[in-house]
């Protein structure tokens, strides 16, 4: 009798250990599935800052000189800048802007809009070359760009240097050996650019730099400007 009860009682001690044992499995089971799942939902919190911060997110006035920069790909489309210090004019800018839409409507492609952003972005060159007393492209330029110098303060005059060159464009597609003549006019009129800005800036010797970018930029290898 003693016997059969020490049996059943180390039977159902043994029972208890097994339970407690299943018990702790089934809590470790769970909690590592809340781990997992506490991963996964920080690692899908992360990818949609990512695509949140991504989305939100071109001498004297008779001794002028210019330069124009082509390009082999489009660009992403603009984005208004929050805010932006220009010492530019309303009157400039829309003097500016009303010149190139004056062009592009000659050759029948649509107007083209003032972007804020450009027009930083084209300040800040402008001021680089200025300070430094240089006169070259933004050699990492995410638009296309033109520039020039002269002595004239108005910033419409760039835009009239490099209209200058349409006697030189006649429609063809453009390539390596006939668009550098004409490389400041066909990207005035280029017919994808929707956007464009401008920044001017004055050098030691009193030149006035001025640069001019444009979004989507032109002058494509093996397309015409319109």
């Given at each position: 009798m003693?016997?059969l009860?020490l049996?059943?009682?180390?039977t ?7 339970q ?8 470790e089971?769970?909690k ?7 991963k996964e939902?920080e690692?899908q919190?992360s990818q949609?800052?990512v695509?949140?911060t991504e989305g939100s997110s071109?001498?004297?006035s008779?001794q002028?000189?210019?330069s124009?920069?082509?390009s082999?790909t489009?660009?992403t489309?603009?984005r208004?800048a929050?805010s932006?210090v ?8 829309q003097?500016?802007?009303?010149f190139?839409?004056?062009?592009r409507?000659?050759?029948g492609?649509?107007?083209?809009q ?6 930083a972005?084209?300040q ?8 430094n007393n ?10 296309g760009?033109?520039i020039?110098?002269?002595?004239d303060?108005a910033l ?8 200058q060159?349409?006697?030189?464009y006649k429609?063809?597609?453009?390539n390596?050996?006939?668009w550098?003549?004409a ?5 005035m ?9 401008a920044?001017k800036a004055?050098?030691?010797k009193g ?6 970018n444009y ?8 397309q015409k400007?319109?």
């Open positions: 003693r016997t009860l049996l059943i009682i180390g159902l001690f043994s029972c208890a250990q097994i407690q044992l299943a018990d702790k499995y089934q809590k089971v769970q590592q599935k809340m781990e997992r799942e506490k939902r690692q919190q949609q800052t695509t949140i071109s001498s004297s008779t002028s000189t210019s124009t920069q082509n082999s489009q660009n489309p603009v208004k929050a932006f220009t010492t530019l004019s309303q009157q400039e800018i003097e500016y802007l009303d190139h839409n004056k062009a409507k000659e050759v492609v649509p107007p083209v003032w972007s804020d952003e450009i027009a972005y084209s800040e060159w402008a001021d680089y070359l200025a300070q240089r006169f070259e492209h933004r050699s990492d330029n995410r638009y760009e033109n020039a110098m002269h002595y303060n419409v005059n760039g835009a009239k240097l490099w209209y060159e349409k006697k030189h429609g063809a597609v453009l390596s050996s006939n550098s003549k490389g400041h006019y066909t990207q009129v280029w017919r994808a650019t929707r956007y464009i800005g920044g004055t050098n030691a030149q006035i730099i001025i640069v001019g979004d989507p930029a032109g002058n494509m290898m093996g400007a319109y």
